[in-house]
Nanobody, 125 residues
Framework: QVQLVESGGELVQAGGSLRLSCAVS????????MGWFRQAPGKEREFVAR???????VYADSVKGRFTISRDNAKNTVYLQMNSLKPEDTAVYYC???????????????????WGQGTQVTVSS
């Protein structure tokens, strides 16, 4: 059974930093692309960042230069370091395991097979 457990979300002031973690079990972690998405109230789930098995990364324009995705294959964990946080970053953040059958860029929710329960990030102004 595949499980993803996110942690690290909390209330932070604008300009602050947070690091989210996502621990994965039940599959060969190093073989899969991993992604972070977020969903604010009343909005669709949106792509934040992804990292392939070879550590190649892609970011949404809205977070480029502020967020960094990384992975530790020995710990089966993917991270999202978030710096210079803004109030518009407020959302529930989800990690996800990429489908082995996707031929895309892993920027769409449909390209992911397994999801965590989400962790709330709130940025106050």
């Amino acid at each position: 059974q595949v499980q993803l457990v996110e942690s690290g979300g909390e209330l932070v002031q604008a300009g602050g930093s947070l690091r989210l973690s996502c621990a994965v079990s039940g599959l060969t972690f190093s073989s899969y692309a991993m992604g972070w998405f977020r969903q604010a109230p009343g909005k669709e789930r949106e792509f934040v960042a992804r990292i392939r098995w070879g550590a190649v990364t892609v970011y949404a324009d809205s977070v480029k230069g502020r967020f960094t995705i990384s992975r530790d294959n020995a710990k089966n964990t993917v991270y999202l370091q978030m710096n210079s946080l803004k109030p518009e970053d407020t959302a529930v953040y989800y990690c996800a395991v990429g489908s082995k059958y996707s031929s895309g860029n892993y920027a769409r929710p449909s390209e992911y097979d397994y999801w965590g329960q989400g962790t709330q990030v709130t940025v106050s102004s």
